[in-house]
Each structure stands twice: as C-alpha cells, then as structure tokens.
C-alpha cells in the first residue's frame, strides 16, 4: 500500500505565494510521474502541473508563469511552488502519483486533498 501525504495548504492574500508538498511512502519500488490536481466548489477536477521522473513538467494555462512543480526522487516528494496567487485559484488541491510498487506493476494513488483559499 502506497500513502500520499500532502502539505502546505492555508489562507493567503491575493498576490501571495504558496508551497504545496507530496510525500509518497509506502511499498514503492519507483514513481513515474507526480502531478498535482485541484477541484473547486461546483467544478470538475483538473490538472495544475505534472511532471515524470526524468523532470520533464507541464501546466495548466491558468498556472502557467506563476507555478512551479519540482520534486525530489530520493525523497519520493513532489513539491508545488505557486506564486502571484489569485482568488480564482481557490480549491482543493490533490496530490497524484503513478506508483510501481513492483517492476511490473503500477497504480495510481491519491492524497486526501490539501485546502487553498485565497482573499483578502
């Protein structure tokens, strides 16, 4: 069994920063890519970043220029850095992992969820 556990979540004005973290632990034998999801009131879920493990990344538009995803392989640890926030970045925000828990089989696993709000 694989556990996501996520950090970093809170309160902030808008135009303040944020850092999100992953930590992935558990039965892992290697984790491929890492990404980060949000959901908001009434919304559907949607990816905020992604990024695999040879560090290749993508964003969402709406992020884009104002996040940055990073992650530390040796500590199975996926970080979130979100900057210039906006009220319209309000939401829940996920943490996903595709896990190897064998070198011949992979899952996806999911944090419980980390909550952003941002006003004033």
């Known amino acids: 069994q694989v556990q996501l556990t996520e950090s970093g979540g809170g309160l902030v004005q808008p135009g303040g920063s944020l850092r999100l973290s992953c930590a992935a632990s558990g039965s892992i034998f290697s984790i491929n890519a890492m990404a980060w999801y949000r959901q908001a009131p009434g919304k559907e879920r949607e990816l905020v970043a992604s990024i695999i493990s040879g560090g290749s990344t993508n964003y969402a538009d709406s992020v884009k220029g104002r996040s940055t995803i990073s992650r530390d392989n040796a500590k199975n640890t996926v970080y979130l850095q979100m900057n210039s926030l906006k009220p319209e970045d309000t939401a829940v925000y996920y943490c996903?992992?595709?896990?190897?828990?064998?070198?011949?089989?992979?899952?996806?696993?999911w944090g419980q969820g980390t909550q952003v709000t941002v006003s004033s």
């Open positions: 996903n992992a595709d896990v190897r828990t064998t070198a011949l089989r992979s899952f996806r696993y």
